[in-house]
């Protein structure tokens, strides 16, 4: 069965990445969901998809030259919609701090955010914080840095790791020739455009993202792994009606 990750929690009803939308995933019964990790000017590990805080805040500047407290003090809500202002970017462990409360026994995709920029450190403040105790769900690491999965496998050699990639030709073969690379994240419109590729690939894929009804459909027609959607709800009414 092909797994529903929500994309940024459920992005295309809540303001990405942030506590409601997590909320809003959970409650639809997605099966995983997917979160982006930063690091902030103080070291701090933050849940926030840009480098710059620009887009999906009232504020500006680079997530690596604000302060925990910097940022606290960002809306990052209204951007999306009114109703949301008093909502807040999150630190990675109060998303986990959330999912425990809602007893989510899913799976949660960590993308490590260090394509445009590599924060020194990062993976091993990630690491530290998710071997800290044991979850009652399980998780795995995401990015489009092949280093930073690098990296973290040293410190984490049993998790599952998947490489992301937009329209890189070149990243497939790299998921291929990997012994600890579980997967490829492709962008929706690569699966497109290599379909011979796709027919033959021998690890697990998990496009980004399919958010119409039709292009779900496509994806499960191709018993893909999972698929990364905007619209978690949407897609399992969409696979309900497959199964059918």
Not at 138 to 159: C, K, Q, R, V
Not at 227 to 232: E, N, R, V
Request: proline share 5%; net charge negative.
């Amino acid at each position: 069965m092909t797994v529903i990750i929500a994309h940024r929690g459920s992005a295309g009803t809540h303001p990405e990445n942030t506590l409601p939308a997590f909320m809003e995933a959970v409650r639809s019964g997605a099966d995983g969901i997917e979160l982006d990790v930063h690091l902030t000017a103080d070291q701090q590990l933050v849940v926030i998809h840009d480098e710059s805080v620009d887009r999906t805040t009232d504020g500006k500047g680079l997530v690596r030259e604000l302060t925990l407290e910097e940022i606290k003090e960002l809306d990052a809500g209204s951007w999306f919609d009114k109703k949301y202002q008093a909502t807040k970017i999150s630190t990675l462990q109060e998303v986990l701090n959330l999912l425990l409360q809602m007893r989510f026994r899913g799976f949660l995709c960590i993308e490590i955010k260090t394509n445009k920029f590599h924060y020194p450190g990062i993976e091993e403040k990630i690491s530290a914080v998710m071997t800290s105790k044991e979850w009652p769900f399980t998780y795995w690491y995401a990015s489009f840095n092949l280093d930073s999965l690098e990296i973290m496998h040293e410190y984490e050699p049993d998790a599952q790791y998947d490489l992301i990639q937009k329209n890189a030709l070149d990243k497939y073969q790299l998921v291929l020739d990997s012994p600890f690379i579980e997967g490829l994240h492709p962008s929706y419109d690569w699966i497109k455009q290599n379909p011979e590729i796709v027919k033959t690939f021998e690890k697990s894929l998990r496009p980004w993202t399919p958010n119409l009804y039709e292009t779900m459909m496509s994806c499960f027609e191709k018993k893909f792994a999972g698929i990364i959607t905007d619209f978690p709800e949407k897609a399992i009414r969409a696979r309900s009606r497959f199964k059918q």
